[in-house]
């Protein structure tokens, strides 16, 4: 049973910086695209970055790119997104996602896993 469990969020002022984690267990991930989306209030979910964890290929959101990194850590099963230069639209509940799609990873509907979702909210 694939489990995926964030951590990291908390309050931070704008400028500021936060690293998300996501634990992975249950299978191994080599096949599998892994996703960070993120939800505001009364938003859609919505693509931040992607990783493929075989190989390490990488894709951003337009809103983040040059701000947030993705990347994963093979020993401890674990995905991490760095965010510097946080702004009060970052604010939002971040989660992990996996999938085994290569057809497409930047939509919600593309992935089969996700976590519970951890609380970044950035203060003006």
């Known amino acids: 049973q694939v489990q995926l469990v964030e951590s990291g969020g908390g309050l931070v002022q704008a400028g500021g910086s936060l690293r998300l984690s996501c634990a992975a267990s249950?299978?191994?991930?080599?096949?599998?695209?892994m996703g960070w989306f993120r939800q505001a209030p009364g938003k859609e979910r919505e693509f931040v970055a992607a990783?493929?964890?075989?190989?390490?290929?990488?894709g951003y959101a337009d809103s983040v790119k040059g701000r947030f990194t993705i990347s994963r850590d093979n020993a401890k099963n674990t995905v991490y997104l760095q965010m510097n230069s946080l702004k009060p639209e970052d604010t939002a509940v971040y989660y992990c996602?996996?999938?085994?799609?290569?057809?497409?990873?930047?939509?919600?509907?593309?992935?089969?896993?996700w976590g519970q979702g951890t609380q970044v909210t950035v203060s003006s």
């Open positions: 990783l493929r964890w075989s190989g390490g290929s990488t």
């Open positions: 249950g299978r191994t991930f080599s096949g599998y695209f």
């Open positions: 996602a996996a999938t085994q799609s290569i057809v497409r990873v930047t939509t919600a509907a593309d992935y089969d896993y």
